[in-house]
């Protein structure tokens, strides 16, 4: 059995794969120079200079039952053979044959489309936050480009360490394509109350400098001055080692219930690259978050064993969180799904929320701010698809 990608995904399908009983030959491959690590650390303590890249690992390889290749890169498929071509420490990739195959390539972050200029960073692996936190050490302007989880994370550790930060976010709130407008709006307040400048309803425009980045232009016509700019608007599936495999096009892997890959014999996806199509969904989607990786790798690794008749991915109770100075948010199920969203309770001098969210009438996600105690009943709602509750206050949903 092979294993592309060895982040969370991975890792934790190689250990599922092993604890269902899978005694054969095991490989984990993997292009990044360290063994895998907490990536959600990155625009956290990371960032801020608490933790070393050691202290965020996830599994070395002596503690994983398997072959580990790391600095080594999956450059081809070839689905009728059941080959994968790997390039093992900058030598010409070979060959390897699997009977069974893990995708869990992940993705990268998406770029603004303007030329190479220094100061400007995204925020992806170790090496990019390790770079970016160089910077700020001697940088006291940071302009965050986009308002969604990470840029919303990476303004709320900037501004702890002292700089002067400012979010630029297209729509009217933050992190409003996760989590919509309305509970957006308490991580709006959130932020600015933290010294956050936070400017909503504003594009980017231009990046202002010569050969290093000296502002932002916005949509509204202001210009921020920026030593260091951050780019959080979004992540691309890694999927061009794929070009050619005859994989149909998506964006992403595109993956059946099980997770079995759609036009791959003996193969499963798992994690931020699988485009998965639930058996009641039209569209498939992308779940880019931790514990979404953690569930699937499970899933995948029982399809793999198991054959096309294993059970479908369960993925109505999905959980992902965010720190943001002293609040925490955690989001249950997909509010994307919902068509309406309700306060079940509303606290901005606690900064203190519970909101629900549901389609036609029926449960289909909460976001819970500093509000953990909810999440066992609410973990319960989201599941049952029950009623929505009705006490509160209710609107529809806005992005
Ligand atoms: C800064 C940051 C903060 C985050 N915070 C949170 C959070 O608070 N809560 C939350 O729920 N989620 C968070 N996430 C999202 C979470 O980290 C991802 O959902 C998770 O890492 C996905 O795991 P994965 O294994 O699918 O993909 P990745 O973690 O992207 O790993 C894929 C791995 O495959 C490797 N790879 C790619 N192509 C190849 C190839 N051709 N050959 C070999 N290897 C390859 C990559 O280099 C990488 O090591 C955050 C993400 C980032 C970047």
Known sequence: MLVVGASIAGVRAVQALRRQGYEGTLRLVGDEDVPAYRRPEL????????????????????????????????????????????????????????????????????????????????????????????????SPRVVVVGGGLIGCEVAATCRSLGLAVTIVEPTG???????????????????????????????????????????????????????????????????????????????????????????????????????WKSSGSARPVRMEHWENAVRQAET?????LLGESAPGFDGTGGLFWSHQFDATLHVLGDPRAADEVRFLEDDPGRQRAVACYARDGRVMAFALLNSADWLGSAGRLVRQRAAMPLHGTGEPLRR
């Open 300 to 304: 995948a690794a029982h399809t793999l």
């Open 173 to 275: 709130a933050l992190m409003s394509g996760a989590i919509g407008r309305e509970v957006g709006a308490r991580i709006t307040e959130l932020q600015s109350g933290h010294g956050v400048d936070v400017c909503v309803n504003c594009g980017v425009t231009e990046l202002r400098g010569g050969n290093r980045v000296e502002s932002v232009v916005t949509s509204g016509g202001r210009e921020i001055a920026a030593d260091v700019v951050v780019v959080g608007i979004g992540s691309e599936p890694n999927t061009s080692w794929l070009a050619g495999s005859g994989l149909p096009p998506a964006t992403g892997v595109l993956c059946a219930p099980n997770l079995a890959v759609v036009g791959a014999r003996r193969a499963v996806g798992a994690g931020d690259v699988v485009a």
């Open 43 to 138: 625009s956290k303590r990371f960032l801020a200079g608490d933790l070393s890249v050691d202290q965020i690992a996830l599994a070395t390889p002596a503690d994983l039952d398997c072959d580990v290749l790391l600095n080594a890169r999956a450059t081809r498929l070839e689905v009728a053979d059941q080959r994968v071509w790997i390039g093992d420490a900058g030598a010409d990739p070979r060959p390897y044959r699997f009977d069974g195959l893990v995708i869990a390539t992940g993705a990268h972050a998406r770029r603004l489309r303007v030329p190479p200029m220094a100061g400007v960073h995204v925020l992806r692996t170790h090496q990019d936050a390790e770079l970016l936190r160089a910077e700020l050490a001697t």
